[in-house]
Nanobody, 128 residues
Framework: QVQLAESGGGSVQAGGSLRLSCAASGYGYSFKCMGWFRRTPGKGREGVASMYIGGSIPYYADSVKGRFTVSLDNAKNTVHLQMSNLKPEDTAMYYC?????????????????????WGQGTQVTVSS
């Protein structure tokens, strides 16, 4: 059973910063890549950022490039999302996602995150 434990999130004013973290675990599982997607009632689900385990290239949605930074602690199967210069339109439920090594899924294009395992989600609210 794969489990994703998220932390972080909360409420900030526009221009502020937040950091999300997520640790993946699962006996007998190895992970190929991890990342984040978000969901809002109006926009639906949107891939935000991802990285491959052991890789060095981060992938970002155009809407967050230059403001968000994704990073991986490969040894701990932990992914972080540092969010800076937050905007009201970043308000969403953020979900950590992980793709196991044995699957055919990928984390890029970012839509591939939706086919992986998800965390429970953490709310990010940005006020103007």
């Amino acid at each position: 059973q794969v489990q994703l434990a998220e932390s972080g999130g909360g409420s900030v004013q526009a221009g502020g910063s937040l950091r999300l973290s997520c640790a993946a675990s699962g006996y007998g599982y190895s992970f190929k890549c991890m990342g984040w997607f978000r969901r809002t009632p109006g926009k639906g689900r949107e891939g935000v950022a991802s990285m491959y385990i052991g890789g060095s290239i981060p992938y970002y949605a155009d809407s967050v490039k230059g403001r968000f930074t994704v990073s991986l602690d490969n040894a701990k199967n932990t992914v972080h999302l540092q969010m800076s210069n937050l905007k009201p339109e970043d308000t969403a439920m953020y979900y950590c996602a992980a793709v196991v090594g044995s699957s055919s899924g990928h984390c890029y294009p970012l839509s591939g995150l939706l086919e992986g395992y998800w965390g429970q989600g953490t709310q990010v609210t940005v006020s103007s």
